[in-house]
């Protein structure tokens, strides 16, 4: 049988991967030593030139399935890692048959769940951990993905200026639906609990964290961000005529989540003294299209936040309020970002995505500011914090160029 490769901007160096081998087999000079989470398939991440992928074994169904189904959640503008394509057909040198093998791009930045806690996650920043999950649980939910077997295993973790974002890496048990209903979304919460529960009490008794994780309050946390997120984002709101207000600040709520309304349902009663209000489509991501009109930068959401707050303080600081935004973010790019990350060694920018270092870089000013008593410098702070900390970091980006 003839090898077949199914792909989207087909990368012909992909034929050059030992195929004829199961993945537990392929050698070191092709797979890149990146840390990986558990999973119940085979996964191998290999570099190829300028690119770097995640090899998953399976069956043809299950890969073609899981293929189109992550294709349509990149056209939906979903959180989830960006497929390549299917190989099937693959035989041993001895014409025995191998699996069908699913491939994605890699993440860059990514790391998973157990990863972060061998680089200094512990107990206490489970709730983060939590968090991200919650908001990408959301996110599909409302983009009408039903999941089926929510999991930290099932997610890759980027760093978002002291929080994480979540990106789904497994659609194979995954269903779009036009909605999904109150009994699916119970059924994925439900999951999701159970599954976390036990990661998190295996990561518990592995001794990766130092102090004990009360998983029972975690699975409550999770239950109860997703309600009241999922609520905020729901909600019918009813109201009088002269609150009209109202309106205006259900918006902003939105917009203080991180959320951009898209349409807006606005129902008012006959006499018109009654006016009910409900979001009908939100997406996240309010500051991070904010700031790429800005300034150009693709960056994660709490990322795009914190620096759209010291683009307020740069313009109130050379008093450029009446100045144009984007001529002023332009002034702030020149005199600001781009020197700082100019002064990160080469070998140093694998280490953290720029818009987290910049992060890092404005919680290590308020250290030293309160250390000294005055404000310090962001270019004096830029280089202690670059000496001190950044390079002693490990990487967590892998590019085909390393």
Same mark, same amino acid.
């Given at each position: 049988?003839?090898?077949?490769?199914?792909? =989207?901007?087909?990368?012909?160096?992909?034929?050059?991967?030992p195929?004829?081998?199961?993945?537990?087999?392929?050698?070191?000079?092709?797979?890149?030593?990146?840390?990986?989470?558990?999973?119940?398939?085979v996964?191998?991440? +290999?570099?190829?030139?300028?690119?770097?992928?995640?090899?998953?074994?399976?069956?043809?169904?299950?890969?073609?399935?899981?293929?189109?189904?992550?294709?349509?959640?990149?056209?939906?503008?979903?959180?989830?890692?960006v497929?390549?394509?299917v190989?099937?057909?693959?035989?041993?040198?001895?014409?025995?048959?191998?699996?069908?093998?699913?491939?994605?791009?890699?993440?860059?930045?990514?790391?998973?769940?157990?990863?972060?806690?061998?680089?200094?996650?512990?107990?206490?920043?489970?709730?983060? $951990?939590?968090?991200?999950?919650?908001? $990408?649980?959301? !996110?599909?939910h409302? &983009?009408?993905?039903?999941?089926?077997d929510? =999991?930290? =295993?099932? +997610?890759?973790?980027?760093?978002?200026?002291?929080?994480?974002?979540?990106?789904?890496?497994?659609?194979?048990?995954?269903?779009?639906?036009?909605? #999904?209903?109150?009994?699916?979304r119970?059924?994925?919460?439900? +999951?999701?609990?159970?599954?976390?529960?036990?990661? $998190?009490?295996?990561?518990?008794?592995?001794? %990766?964290?130092?102090?004990?994780?009360?998983?029972?309050a975690i699975?409550?946390? $999770?239950?109860?961000?997703?309600?009241?997120?999922?609520?905020?984002?729901?909600?019918?709101?009813?109201?009088?005529?002269d609150?009209?207000?109202?309106?205006e600040?259900?918006?902003?709520?939105?917009?203080?989540?991180?959320?951009? +309304?898209?349409?807006?349902?606005?129902?008012?009663?006959?006499?018109?003294?009654?006016?009910?209000?409900?979001p009908? #489509?939100?997406?996240?991501?309010?500051?991070?299209?904010?700031?790429?009109?800005?300034?150009?930068?693709?960056?994660?959401?709490?990322?795009?936040?914190?620096?759209l707050?010291?683009?307020? =303080?740069? %313009? &109130?600081?050379?008093?450029?309020?009446?100045?144009?935004?984007?001529?002023?973010?332009? !002034?702030?790019?020149?005199?600001?970002?781009?020197?700082?990350?100019?002064?990160?060694?080469?070998? &140093?920018?694998?280490?953290?995505?720029? %818009?987290?270092?910049?992060?890092?870089?404005?919680?290590?000013?308020?250290?030293?500011?309160?250390?000294?008593?005055?404000?310090?410098?962001?270019?004096?702070?830029?280089?202690?914090?670059?000496?001190?900390?950044?390079?002693?970091?490990?990487?967590? &980006?892998?590019?085909?160029?390393?």
């Open positions: 049988m003839a090898m077949r490769i199914v792909a =989207s901007r087909p990368d012909p160096a992909i034929l050059r991967l195929w004829h081998l199961p993945l537990e087999e392929w050698p070191d000079d092709v797979v890149v030593p990146l840390p990986r989470g558990l999973s119940r398939h996964v191998r991440i +290999v570099r190829l030139g300028s690119s770097v992928y995640a090899v998953k074994e399976t069956n043809d169904d299950i890969a073609f399935r899981e293929y189109r189904m992550l294709r349509d959640l990149q056209r939906m503008g979903m959180p989830s890692v497929p390549q394509g190989v099937t057909g693959r035989e041993s040198r001895d014409g025995e048959d191998l699996p069908a093998a699913l491939i994605t791009h890699h993440l860059r930045f990514s790391l998973p769940y157990r990863s972060l806690f061998s680089r200094g996650m512990d107990a206490e920043h489970v709730p983060t $951990l939590i968090d991200a999950i919650v908001v $990408l649980l959301v !996110r599909l409302l &983009a009408g993905f039903y999941w089926g929510v =999991s930290l =295993s099932n +997610v890759l973790f980027r760093r978002d200026a002291g929080a994480l974002a979540a990106y789904l890496v497994d659609a194979e048990t995954g269903e779009l639906h036009e909605h #999904v209903g109150d009994r699916l119970e059924y994925d919460i439900t +999951v999701g609990c159970e599954n976390i529960f036990a990661e $998190l009490m295996d990561l518990s008794a592995s001794g %990766a964290v130092q102090r004990p994780i009360d998983g029972f699975i409550e946390h $999770l239950r109860s961000r997703y309600e009241a997120l999922w609520r905020e984002l729901t909600d019918l709101e009813e109201f009088g005529a609150e009209m207000w109202r309106i600040r259900r918006v902003e709520r939105l917009n203080d989540l991180g959320f951009d +309304v898209d349409e807006l349902d606005i129902v008012t009663d006959l006499g018109g003294d009654t006016i009910r209000i409900q009908k #489509v939100v997406d996240l991501g309010h500051h991070t299209r904010e700031l790429r009109d800005l300034t150009g930068m693709a960056v994660e959401d709490n990322q795009a936040r914190r620096i707050n010291d683009l307020a =303080s740069f %313009a &109130a600081h050379y008093d450029l309020g009446r100045e144009d935004r984007h001529v002023m973010a332009s !002034r702030w790019m020149h005199e600001i970002f781009e020197p700082i990350m100019a002064m990160i060694p080469p070998d &140093a920018t694998g280490k953290l995505e720029p %818009a987290e270092i910049f992060h890092e870089i404005l919680e290590h000013r308020w250290y030293l500011s309160e250390q000294a008593g005055h404000e310090v410098g962001i270019h004096e702070t830029a280089r202690d914090y670059i000496e001190r900390f950044l390079t002693a970091r490990p990487d967590e &980006a892998i590019t085909g160029q390393e």
